[in-house]
């Protein structure tokens, strides 16, 4: 059974750099066909996608977020991450990696971590 | 990028009720449309996906329909364990993925 766990900073002062990595058990972060998500979801609002990096390494980015997100893959440790940077109190969110199903054109989010809060606070 | 219109934002319905919530994407998007289920404090769960198909172990009272820019998800009869806020997915342009605003199911 895959599971996915995220861990990083839960305190990241304005303006500085949101780091967080995903763990990926049970399965391998090379397998074809996969790409890798963050999702986020501020307190008490809905979810918004961030981006994904697919098995080859591609990467892409809601481009509401494009100048300041970062996501890369470390396989040695069958991990990847997120950065994203110069934060501000609307970065405020629990952190969600997932898996995405990536044939194109189909695609789904179908194993998700368990959500990490992240608070932008001085 | 694809606007998704959920409704409604929150509903309230007995034990053994038909239940229906509906997407409305802002241009075709073909049947590229999934719906998860979010319950408190958890991560989303897939439970539809490609408009129509049923994840697998997910209960048969849940379903999907629809295509173009009209889409809708139904549990035909509700149970105590069904509540949770419910999110359509769009993914017709893998370069924008975008949620709608979810739908927050109670028990009456």
Known sequence: QLQLQESGSGLVKPSQTLSLTCAVSGGSISSGGYSWSWIRQPPGKGLEWIGYIYHSGSTYYNPSLKSRVTISVDRSKNQFSLKLSSVTAADTAVYYCARMVATPPRSRFDYWGQGTLVTVSS | ?108
């Open chain 2, 1 to 108: 990028d694809i606007q998704m219109t959920q409704s409604p934002s929150s509903l309230s319905a007995s034990v053994g009720d038909r239940v229906t919530i509906t997407c409305q994407a802002s241009q075709d998007i073909s049947n590229y449309l999934n719906w998860y289920q979010q319950k408190p404090g958890k991560a989303p769960k897939l439970l539809i996906y490609d408009a129509s198909n049923l994840e697998t172990g997910v209960p048969s009272r849940f379903s999907g329909s629809g295509s173009g820019t009209d889409f809708t998800f139904t549990i035909s009869s509700l149970q105590p364990e069904d509540i949770a806020t419910y999110y359509c997915q769009q993914y017709d342009n893998l370069l924008w993925i975008t949620f709608g605003q979810g739908t927050r199911l109670e028990i009456k």
